[in-house]
């Protein structure tokens, strides 16, 4: 790949970084004398929570019962359903609740309005920004576990086709580049450290799903090098399919793009859901040897 290209990727990338720098971090808090206490259990109802009164929330349940009023909890017919946005008007506490004392006032519209255990609440709503529910989709196990018997099974079946044709593929008849490899590694490091924020940093892993931001200078380390290792899987994917359309005719790059997205879904996968065994961190060390081993083999060779 000419240098040309590769500053290209370094200049895009660099814009993006620049654009996602104008985070808003949100309303400065006042001086901590001119807050009144309702203000102050509010902040402190946020650090704990990591949302609070104002905050917007996309409904992603079938539907949720809110209740009429407190402290009686009698519900009515009031449902939220799928897919409509609601808005925390109100947080109070029901010491006499043994299931859950903290009640969520929520509210659609001015008429559709009730209040919910924060339990209930939360199984059933999303953070209404674009970052979370992309988060929440690839935190599901369900569907992380139905994900991977599928790809495995197809991945095997394609890689088998490819190697009875002496197609190539990453890692086994390689092209004459790192990219592939480069990209394969990166999303194993991806998933890996993924898995171990969700082990380790729980609490911060949850403020960063309810206030999400793409720019990784404005993030604790930890988060900052997850977010910059995905612009460095953009990056190096652009670089990849640049390469494998340079080396390749049309219709070898696509069937070579597709056996590398099988394999990166692969390690996706696997190290996303060995790692919070602590089986991946061994598997990561040994795929890396393995593929810097069979990369530097097919360079050497051509």
């Not at 992309?134 to 190697?163: E, G, P, Q």
Request: proline content about 4%.
């Amino acid at each position: 790949m000419s240098m040309p290209r590769i500053r290209i990727y370094i200049l895009l990338t660099l814009v993006a970084l620049l654009l996602t720098g104008c985070y808003n971090h949100g309303q400065r808090t006042p001086d901590a004398w001119d807050l009144t206490e309702q203000q102050l259990d509010s902040i402190s109802f946020s650090t704990t929570h990591h949302y609070t009164q104002n905050y917007n929330f996309v409904v992603t349940t079938g539907s949720l019962p809110l209740a009429d009023n407190l402290p009686d909890m009698a519900f009515d017919t009031m449902f939220v359903v799928r897919g409509e946005r609601i808005v925390v008007a109100e947080i109070t506490t029901v010491p006499t609740d043994t299931i859950d004392s903290v009640w969520v006032k929520v509210a659609r519209d001015q008429v559709t309005q009730g209040w919910i255990r924060e339990s209930e609440l939360l199984k059933g709503v999303s953070p209404d920004d674009p970052i979370s529910q992309f988060i929440d989709l690839f935190s599901n196990t369900h569907l992380l576990i139905f994900l991977a018997l599928c790809v495995i099974v197809l991945a095997f079946y394609a890689m088998r086709r490819l190697l009875r044709r002496r197609a190539y593929i990453v890692h086994f008849n390689d092209i004459d580049s790192f990219y592939p490899t480069a990209l394969c590694l990166l999303v194993a490091a991806s998933a890996t450290l993924y898995a171990s924020i969700q082990m380790f940093g729980a609490e911060s892993w949850r403020h960063f799903y309810y206030h999400p931001s793409l720019n990784p200078f404005a993030l604790p380390i930890h988060l900052g090098i997850f977010v910059a290792s995905v612009w460095a899987l953009i990056i190096v994917g652009l670089a990849t399919i640049d390469d494998v359309f340079h080396q390749l005719p049309a219709t070898d790059a696509v069937l070579y793009l597709a056996g590398l997205s099988a394999v990166c879904a692969v390690d996706y996968v696997v190290f996303s859901i060995f790692t919070l065994y602590y089986v991946g961190y061994a598997l990561f060390v040994a795929y890396v040897v393995f593929a810097i081993t069979r990369a530097r083999a097919t360079l050497r060779g051509r």
